[in-house]
């Protein structure tokens, strides 16, 4: 080969290698270049590593948070605190899931213009959340620890996902010096907690029961107070004598439960939590909800029967029970739940929220016979003025939590009105007996619901 022949072929390998180096930068653009436009230190879009755009409001339009130049909530101080865990704080120690789920619309960065002049309007996000329902849950909470979720179960708006204790991030407490008062104010106990579910797990076992014992609705069991299971003793909350299965679910009988968890045995158990996606995390928004729990592999016969009532080992998580609620509401299967409702910049939509199933959680059938249930106890034990009037179907619980320390108390359900179709879910840390401590405040927070949904 001459030398002229060598050069031409080496200019060809060079052109070669440019040509190829320009598609990888052109492909890892198309695919990278919203998130490297919204890393954590590029200069266009934050200041002081604060996002330097974007409005976000509640359902009604109320400014939760102006990140348009640095980062201010809420004019209302309740507001304030009740809406922290959502938003996220100036120090970064609760993370803002949403803006950083959608830096990329709220920024209005595009491929071909990238960022847009500043100029231009700030993109507002709209979330499902009211901010009236979350200060009132908040109040309602009374400096409790725990948490207070709403959702709508035939689209997915999440109306209230309260998390106690908050702080005024204007006013920023010593969270250090009161770990009492403080613990977990850093994190959403709506999205990240785990609870023994205590009581309010028996709508599970009562769905397993519904489609595995044939004449379940037509038995009576016998409560003297305790049942012997493999040579332990379980103890009941009370004496409650004959009782038909309506009733055992409604007076939160743990001898009946017993009795049923043995004839429906750890397997079938198992099976029926796993059908239910109780223990499954959720993914929307940017969050990964905690994962709850069912594990009955070392359960014995003892054991099975304190799962069943929602004791052992079990966990819950108070977002993905709530969904649970939501699919016996709605014939089986739910909406998924989610924060953001839209974003625009101006007239153009840059992301639209829509409405997806969860898969079948529960048979229609069995659904249709726990909500009767369910609407029994409100009407027969929780008592139906606790409600705000509306049409509610309920399970508590009191979930013990150890030695020596108060229960939690847990109380969940749903609302069947056709244009209230809201499940909730409540959780008070130590408050005791579930339905006297958390009636008051879904009394409260459902009032509100109301409202806020009247205006839209
Ligand atoms: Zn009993």
């Given at each position: 080969m001459n030398k002229l022949a060598k050069r031409a072929w080496f200019a060809m390998v060079l052109a070669g290698a440019l040509l190829l180096g320009m598609a990888v930068v052109i492909v890892r653009y198309m695919v990278s270049a919203p998130d490297w436009v919204t890393f954590q230190s590029s200069p266009h879009v934050y200041s002081n590593g604060v996002m330097n755009s974007g409005v976000i409001t509640d359902r009604s339009g109320t400014v939760v948070l102006n990140a348009t130049s640095g980062r201010s909530y809420a004019e209302s101080e309740s507001v304030r605190k009740a809406m922290l865990h959502l938003l996220g704080d100036r120090e970064g120690n609760i993370t803002p899931f949403l803006l950083n789920e959608y830096g990329a619309e709220l920024v209005g960065f595009d491929r071909l213009n990238g960022t847009y002049s500043t100029t231009d309007e700030s993109a507002v996000m709209k979330l499902t959340i009211s901010a009236d329902v979350q200060k009132a849950a908040y109040a309602a909470l009374d400096g409790r620890k725990g948490t207070v979720g709403v959702y709508n179960y035939k689209t997915g708006e999440i109306l209230c996902a309260v998390s106690s204790p908050s702080f005024d991030p204007d006013n920023v407490p010593d969270i250090a010096g009161n770990p009492d008062t403080y613990d977990g104010a850093y994190y959403s106990r709506f999205l990240y907690a785990k609870y023994a579910p205590g009581s309010v797990f028996k709508v599970l076992t009562a769905a397993a029961a519904l489609e595995e014992i044939d004449d379940i609705s037509a038995r009576t069991f016998t409560c003297t107070g305790s049942i012997e299971i493999a040579g332990e003793t379980l103890v009941c909350?009370?004496?409650?004598g004959t009782v038909t299965f309506e009733q055992a679910l409604a007076q939160s009988c743990n001898c009946a439960f017993a009795e049923i968890a043995g004839e429906l045995g750890a397997n079938t158990l198992t099976k029926y939590a796993r059908r239910s996606g109780v223990a499954e995390q959720l993914h929307f928004d940017g969050v990964n909800t905690a994962a709850g729990s069912f594990d009955l592999s070392k359960a014995g016969k003892y054991e099975t029967a304190w799962a069943a009532i929602g004791q052992y080992n079990d966990q819950i998580n108070p977002c993905s029970y709530m969904v649970f609620m939501g699919a016996i509401a709605n014939g089986g299967k739910a909406a998924e739940p989610y924060f953001v409702e839209k974003i625009t910049r101006g007239n153009s939509s840059k992301y639209e929220a829509s409405t997806e199933m969860t898969g079948r959680m529960i048979e229609k059938d069995t659904a249709a016979a726990l909500a009767e249930m369910m609407h029994y106890a409100v009407e027969n034990v929780y008592g139906t003025w606790n409600f705000a009037g509306l049409d509610a179907c309920a399970k508590s619980g009191t979930a013990e939590v150890g030695e020596g320390k108060q229960p939690n108390a847990v109380f969940t359900g749903f609302v069947r009105n056709s244009q209230y179709p809201l499940a909730f879910i409540v959780v008070v840390e130590n408050g005791g007996s579930g339905s006297a401590v958390c009636t008051p405040i879904i009394s409260r927070v459902l009032s509100t619901c109301i409202v806020a949904m009247d205006s839209d």
């Open positions: 909350n009370g004496v409650h």
